[in-house]
């Protein structure tokens, strides 16, 4: 049986042995009640990491994205938001769903928003044609524009132009950490002009579950109602919550490792004749590679590479993507760019 080296995303990565016996030895209580202190901790542990007031356990960054959409819209408002977005593109259209919210797109270029951009989208309030303007989304690091890492400066110019109008700034951060990694800066810095963050517990920092949202204590205690709202109301969470808080006490700086591993990737397989990767965009774990120019698609590819023991991830058309996480060594990324080369050069 073939050996997989698994980089569809960083998903995909196990709890560290420090998370299972964290996890065992979790005291809990009914969180719904707010009676469960390994939560509770987290929680305060995740507010101070990012420079806010109060914070809220999640299942999911998708759960997070949407409370957040929902506490901070009403039915009939709308979100300004990146084209290239993951709450356009991957979270079912929640927000439209089941928050009765439009959503407005923007190009995204390399991942930021161009704050011009921003401007130009804002609905008059005075006209009754139109829906209120309620909240401009970022994302950092961008997943569809290659894992690029925000900037404090361009996040601060969105948020600039948001607050002028009387408008919040929820951040995606899934990956911040990662951002804060790349671009070396504290992830209070990524996070200081938003008025609500999400950061995801379950992708590089290897949680087995969930994700917090983050913001002033009046937000969260409003947010709160809207997970309850959702289907997030937790019981003995705090199992999971133990190993949440091993990911933002352990395994933040290793994601310098990940990045690096993406570094050798991305270099390693660029100069396959007809392969074209943007190594530019290559600041994370993240590299995108498409494959447009090569007489294999992506989908043939993928395939191919399976059958060698490579798992990657369709990312649309002819690319194909690969993420490097915990549990990904130096040598498996040096495979996966020998087995690409032999795939396409054959």
């Given at each position: 049986m073939?050996a997989l080296?698994?980089?569809r995303?960083?998903?995909?990565?196990?709890p560290?042995p420090?998370m299972?016996?964290?996890m065992y030895r979790?005291?809990?209580g009914d969180?719904?009640?707010?009676?469960?202190?390994t939560?509770?901790?987290?929680?305060?542990?995740?507010a101070e990491?990012?420079?806010?007031?109060?914070a809220?356990?999640?299942?999911?960054?998708t759960?997070?994205n949407?409370?957040?959409?929902?506490?901070h819209?009403?039915?009939?408002?709308?979100i300004?938001a990146g084209?290239?977005?993951?709450?356009v593109?991957?979270e079912?259209g929640?927000v439209?769903a089941l928050?009765g919210?439009m959503?407005?797109t923007?190009?995204?270029g390399?991942g930021a928003l161009?704050?011009?951009?921003v401007?130009?989208?804002?609905?008059?309030?005075?006209?009754v044609h139109y829906?209120?303007?309620?909240?401009v989304c970022?994302e950092n690091?961008?997943n569809?524009c290659?894992?690029v890492?925000?900037?404090p400066?361009?996040?601060?110019a969105?948020?600039d132009v948001?607050?002028?109008?009387?408008?919040?700034?929820h951040?995606d951060?899934a990956?911040l950490f990662?951002?804060?990694v790349?671009?070396?800066?504290?992830?209070r810095t990524l996070?200081?002009?938003?008025d609500?963050?999400?950061?995801?517990?379950s992708k590089?920092l290897?949680?087995p579950?969930g994700s917090v949202l983050?913001?002033?204590?009046e937000?969260?205690t409003r947010?709160?109602?809207?997970?309850?709202?959702v289907?997030g109301g937790m019981?003995?969470?705090?199992?999971?919550?133990a190993a949440g808080?091993?990911?933002l006490?352990q395994?933040v700086?290793?994601?310098a490792?990940d990045?690096a591993?993406?570094r050798?990737?991305?270099?390693g397989?660029?100069?396959?004749?007809?392969?074209?990767v943007?190594l530019?965009?290559?600041q994370t774990n993240?590299?995108v590679?498409?494959?447009?120019r090569?007489?294999?698609?992506?989908?043939?590819f993928?395939?191919?590479a399976k059958?060698?023991g490579?798992?990657?991830?369709?990312f649309?058309?002819?690319?194909?993507?690969?993420v490097?996480?915990?549990g990904?060594?130096?040598?498996?990324?040096?495979?996966?760019?020998?087995?690409?080369?032999?795939?396409?050069?054959?």
């Amino acid at each position: 049986m073939v050996a997989l080296i698994d980089l569809r995303s960083d998903t995909v990565t196990h709890p560290t042995p420090a998370m299972r016996e964290a996890m065992y030895r979790a005291e809990v209580g009914d969180d719904v009640y707010g009676e469960d202190p390994t939560v509770d901790r987290l929680q305060r542990l995740a507010a101070e990491k990012l420079g806010k007031e109060a914070a809220l356990f999640t299942t999911s960054g998708t759960q997070s994205n949407l409370v957040a959409a929902l506490t901070h819209c009403g039915r009939g408002d709308e979100i300004i938001a990146g084209d290239q977005a993951h709450i356009v593109h991957y979270e079912v259209g929640g927000v439209s769903a089941l928050g009765g919210i439009m959503v407005r797109t923007i190009p995204n270029g390399s991942g930021a928003l161009d704050p011009i951009d921003v401007e130009a989208a804002l609905r008059d309030p005075t006209n009754v044609h139109y829906p209120i303007s309620r909240l401009v989304c970022l994302e950092n690091t961008h997943n569809r524009c290659g894992g690029v890492a925000l900037t404090p400066g361009e996040t601060q110019a969105v948020a600039d132009v948001a607050h002028k109008h009387g408008l919040k700034l929820h951040l995606d951060g899934a990956r911040l950490f990662n951002a804060a990694v790349a671009l070396g800066v504290d992830a209070r810095t990524l996070a200081d002009h938003c008025d609500s963050v999400n950061i995801c517990l379950s992708k590089g920092l290897c949680a087995p579950v969930g994700s917090v949202l983050v913001g002033s204590a009046e937000f969260i205690t409003r947010a709160r109602r809207i997970r309850k709202m959702v289907g997030g109301g937790m019981r003995q969470v705090g199992v999971l919550a133990a190993a949440g808080i091993v990911a933002l006490e352990q395994m933040v700086d290793r994601l310098a490792e990940d990045h690096a591993n993406a570094r050798v990737l991305a270099e390693g397989i660029a100069d396959i004749p007809g392969l074209n990767v943007e190594l530019k965009a290559v600041q994370t774990n993240i590299v995108v590679a498409d494959l447009a120019r090569t007489d294999v698609s992506a989908v043939e590819f993928i395939a191919r590479a399976k059958g060698r023991g490579i798992k990657v991830s369709p990312f649309g058309g002819s690319k194909v993507r690969f993420v490097t996480h915990y549990g990904i060594s130096r040598e498996d990324v040096e495979t996966a760019c020998r087995v690409a080369k032999e795939l396409l050069t054959a």
